[in-house]
């Protein structure tokens, strides 16, 4: 569903991306960890085009990744996308957050979008939230209604940047128990995040980043269990010793 070949992303004289190459298959759960300042988001946002790699290729489901245009708009609402800080619209109801899309980009009719919606809202737990302000609901219910609403657009793939890093502690059992059931479901994933709980019981493969590089991937029992390279190992006592 993914293919990544070479990419590489500066921004000033620092590296932020070198050399990576990532294949994610069609309903496989990548979760990508690694120390703070790795790359993992700015890999997560090239995925989309959010940032502009500087060299390498990046395909979609067979497609490559394009440049501008009503083609990348096309991509975008292939590729669904959850933020650490939610990016909800804040003058729209949580209804009218996930009927925007899919009506202006997919074309879908407006009670098509609402049904959808409605349903998407009940499967992530807050249908009751429809007519509320993005303000009036907890960091958790905004954030299930972030991913609700890239849902709603029918995407091929999900990707995930920190969902839970803004989240008091108690909020983020209900966003992982969502992403979860998606993965479940065969959703295609890539999740950048420092739940090391989530990544092994739900990842498919673990992709370790360090100084702009994946380091090392694995499946969950194999990397933490034994992971292959001095860095992993220095990551992982530090993460997991708290």
Do not use: W, Y
Not at 137 to 155: E, V
Request: aromatic letters at 4%; a neutral charge.
């Amino acid at each position: 569903m993914i293919a990544v070949r070479g990419l590489h992303k500066r921004f000033g004289d620092q590296t932020a991306l070198r050399d990576v190459d990532l294949d994610v298959a069609r309903g496989e759960v990548v979760v990508v960890i690694g120390p703070s300042g790795s790359g993992k988001s700015t890999l997560c946002r090239c995925l989309n085009r959010l940032e502009t790699p500087d060299s390498g290729e990046i395909r979609v489901d067979g497609a490559a990744l394009p440049a501008e245009g009503r083609a990348l708009a096309r991509l975008r609402a292939d590729v669904g996308m959850v933020f650490q800080s939610f990016n909800l619209f804040h003058h729209k109801t949580v209804l009218e957050n996930l009927t925007l899309g899919p009506t202006k980009v997919r074309g879908d009719s407006r009670a098509e979008a609402e049904r959808r919606a409605r349903e998407l809202l009940d499967r992530v737990g807050i249908g009751d939230q429809a007519g509320k302000l993005p303000a009036q609901l907890s960091g958790g219910q905004q954030q299930r209604a972030a991913i609700a609403r890239a849902l709603a657009m029918r995407p091929k793939v999900m990707l995930f940047d920190e969902p839970t890093s803004a989240l008091d502690p108690e909020m983020v059992g209900e966003v992982l128990d969502v992403m979860t059931g998606l993965a479940r479901d065969g959703m295609t994933m890539v999740v950048v995040t420092h739940e090391m709980g989530f990544a092994r019981q739900v990842a498919d493969r673990v992709v370790f980043m360090a100084d702009g590089e994946v380091v090392e991937t694995g499946t969950p029992a194999e990397f933490f269990a034994s992971p292959a390279t001095d860095r992993a190992r220095d990551f992982l006592a530090k993460v997991l010793s708290h």
